[in-house]
């Protein structure tokens, strides 16, 4: 099956409606602090369109033995060509996640997937 271009830019248009809250992007700079250190601070993008959705829960073997730690991870959706990337955090309803990895690699993306962890405050 092949889409047309124009096929292509409905189907994205149509995507962009299920998309029913807003987040904020924000991404990391860093500065020398004068110590020998470096100072974090974030910037934010504009407001964007998205869907946060929570997906079951994932278990990670860490260390050694039988240690599991259970994280919950979310997925949050954005417009198909929105610039987002692993590192970068995500503002949304006054929680803050971090950008685990996004899913780029698939034809006819209609919307931009991201993998996400809440930051612990």
């Given at each position: 099956m092949t889409l047309t271009a124009a096929e292509l830019a409905q189907a994205r248009s149509d995507a962009e409606e299920l998309l029913p809250s807003t987040c904020t992007i924000?991404?990391?700079?860093?500065a020398a602090d004068g110590y020998g250190g470096?100072?974090?601070s974030w910037?934010?993008?504009?407001?964007?369109p998205c869907r946060?959705?929570?997906?079951?829960?994932?278990?990670?073997?860490?260390?050694?033995g039988d240690?599991?730690?259970?994280?919950?991870?979310?997925?949050l959706?954005?417009?198909w060509d929105r610039s987002i990337a692993a590192g970068n955090r995500v503002v949304f309803g006054g929680d803050t996640y971090e950008v685990?990895?996004?899913q780029d690699d698939h034809d006819?993306?209609?919307?931009?997937?991201?993998?996400?962890?809440?930051?612990?405050?």
């Open positions: 924000q991404v990391r700079s860093t470096v100072s974090e910037s934010d993008t504009d407001d964007v946060l959705d929570n997906v079951s829960v994932k278990a990670r073997m860490e260390g050694s240690k599991t730690t259970v994280h919950d991870a979310w997925t959706f954005v417009h685990i990895s996004v006819w993306r209609l919307l931009r997937e991201a993998t996400l962890q809440r930051v612990n405050a």
